[in-house]
């Protein structure tokens, strides 16, 4: 463990990213929303999930620093009577919770078919980067709107509520698998004719001993900077599903969900329902798409033999 902790200590990654002020902004941002979605029974002054604690009567309540704003909700209240801090928190843990799950989801589904595809190869590839093209054919949304109708006309729409945090992770991560499928099987093809490879094939090691305990460690750098970028499409992917009110329902905040409730009060004057919410799923996004930027850029083989 000591080892392997001053071989970080003294490896490329940490001194790229002690020198790259973006990333390192990034990521203090990055981990601090993080532990503030996670901690937000602790850190949000209310319950937006408990029923005493609200009151119709402090619905679309402005802003503090507005003449009508009260000091006990600091960017005010949404229709419901909701503070708009602690809904966002609580917001802002569901969609976190959902992009990773989606992306875990992702990734299982394309490590494991990129494997096959791309050592196997032949009939089996063909057939399965086929599967991929069809998938990427149909969009996520009429994805989304076909399982969504089934389910509420199967279900209820009271047991859909219920259940919308799986849904839409299952949604998401079945629509997106093929990116991971793609690049991993161009990691395997590359990697399956390699000295190593076929030491381990003359020893008898079987195929999924292979693949999994020789190949698939040397593709990991890809599938990390797949994930830190699939993590914010599928936070965005959520929103634009909650917003098309096909994801998160009102009772259950989600940043695209306090965005869609806020939409047709932002004419009339309650701008801050979805304001506030879009500035933050904005800069989450961001900062993501930074690191993982960043990130591509370091574990890039050719960036690093010039630096």
């Avoid at 399965?128 to 990427?136: E, G, N, T």
């Avoid at 693949?211 to 970028?229: A, D, E, G, Q, Y």
């Avoid at 917003?243 to 969900?257: A, D, E, I, Q, R």
């Avoid at 047709?264 to 799923?281: A, C, K, N, Q, V």
Wanted: proline residues 5%; contains cysteine; aromatic residues 10%.
């Amino acid at each position: 463990m000591k080892a392997t902790w001053q071989r970080f200590k003294s490896s490329y990654l940490l001194y790229s990213f002690r020198r790259d002020k973006v990333a390192m902004a990034s990521f203090a941002v990055l981990v601090l929303l993080i532990l503030t979605g996670l901690a937000a029974p602790l850190v949000s002054p209310y319950n937006p999930y408990d029923p005493s604690s609200i009151d119709i009567m402090n619905s679309e309540l402005p802003p503090a620093w507005q003449d009508a704003g009260s000091r006990a909700f600091l960017l005010g209240t949404d229709v419901q009577g909701r503070d708009m801090v602690s809904t966002m928190i609580y917001g802002l843990r569901l969609s976190i919770l959902i992009g990773c799950g989606a992306v875990t989801l992702q990734a299982l589904i394309g490590i494991f078919i990129g494997l096959i595809a791309g050592y196997i190869g032949g009939k089996v590839d063909a057939l399965l980067m086929r599967l991929a093209d069809i998938q990427l054919s149909f969009p996520y949304l009429m994805v989304a709107i076909f399982i969504s109708a089934i389910f509420q006309v199967a279900f209820g729409i009271g047991r859909y509520a219920e259940l919308a945090v799986p849904l839409l992770i299952v949604i998401i991560g079945l629509s997106e698998w093929p990116v991971y499928a793609r690049t991993i099987r161009a990691s395997v093809i590359g990697e399956k004719n390699k000295e190593y490879v076929e030491a381990a094939r003359v020893i008898g090691l079987n195929r999924r001993l292979i693949m999994v305990r020789h190949i698939l460690p040397n593709t990991i750098t890809s599938v990390l900077v797949i994930s830190t970028i699939q993590v914010a499409n599928a936070v965005m992917s959520e929103a634009a599903l909650s917003f098309l009110g096909l994801g998160m329902p009102v009772t259950k905040p989600s940043l695209g969900s306090l965005i869609r409730s806020g939409f047709e009060y932002i004419f009339s004057g309650s701008w801050w329902i979805t304001i506030f919410p879009g500035i933050l799923l904005v800069i989450f996004v961001l900062v993501i798409n930074l690191l993982g930027d960043w990130l591509r850029d370091v574990l890039n083989p050719k960036l690093y033999k010039g630096a």
